[in-house]
Structure formats: C-alpha cells, structure tokens
C-alpha cells in the first residue's frame, strides 16, 4: 500500500513515537490521543480489517496485547485500559490499515456517550434467532 499512513510509519517514512516492535507487530503513540497515551498496535503486512487478518497474525497480535497494556497502565497510572478495533467506515474506521487502540482511562471522562447504557433485559435479544443461526453455520463452514 503506497498511500497507507500506517505502512509509511512501519517503513519509517513517516515519524512516531514507537513503543514496541517485532518481526510481525509495531505499537505507537497515536497522534491525535484520545486519551493520554493513546496506543496504536498494528501488523506490518497491510490486512484492511479484521476480516482480512490472517489468523496466525491475530493470534500473535493478541499475544502481545496484555504485555502492551500492562506497561501502559503502569508507566500512565491509569485505572483501565479500553482495547478498542473498528472494523470499515460504518464502525468508524478512518485508517483502512488493521489496528488495535489501546486507552487508559483515567477515572469518569465519557468517550462512549451512551453507546453502553442500555437496558440490559431479555427482550433486546428478541429477533435474533436467525441471525444466530446463520452465525453459527458460517462458523462451521
């Protein structure tokens, strides 16, 4: 990908602050942080989403996160840490590059809005069923 922000960052065409680096996965600072110490973890082959993440990449990746948000939590003294994916633009996608953020949290700042405060009750998973079982045959495709 020629005109990927996240492959020119990866080539060291385009400077960041990396934190972390292997043969498979780089981290860095995100430049517009949401949060203090806002983290990017991304693949250095380009994969667009999850969708297109080869499995062996993913479960590498999702080796190093705990490391990862570890450090994070202690070098920030943050009480959390969100690990947070969007995956194509109506997720909110804005970097078509596979990337994981990772966010501490600092106490009661509101960067979800309401988007998990609804009512937890049985009826919201009313209507699902086909769904469901559509689900489950593409898993044991």
């Not at 996240?6 to 602050?17: N, V």
């Not at 942080?33 to 590498?60: C, F, M, N, R």
Request: with cysteine; proline share 4%.
């Amino acid at each position: 990908m020629t005109d990927c922000i996240f492959c020119a960052i990866k080539d060291g065409k385009m400077p960041a602050t990396k934190l972390y680096e292997d043969e498979h996965i780089l981290a860095f600072y995100n430049i517009q942080q949401v949060t203090k110490g806002h983290t990017l973890i991304i693949p250095k082959h380009h994969h667009e989403a999850v969708y297109d993440l080869p499995s062996e990449t993913a479960a590498h990746l999702f080796s190093v996160v705990p490391k990862l948000a570890t450090a994070l939590k202690e070098a920030f003294a943050c009480d959390g840490v969100n690990v947070l994916n969007n995956n194509g633009q109506a997720a909110g996608q804005s970097v078509f590059h596979y990337h994981l953020h990772l966010l501490p949290r600092y106490g009661e700042e509101d960067i979800y809005s309401d988007l998990w405060k609804k009512d937890a009750s049985p009826e919201n998973l009313k209507g699902l069923e086909s769904f469901t079982k559509r689900f489950t045959e593409l898993l044991n495709d």
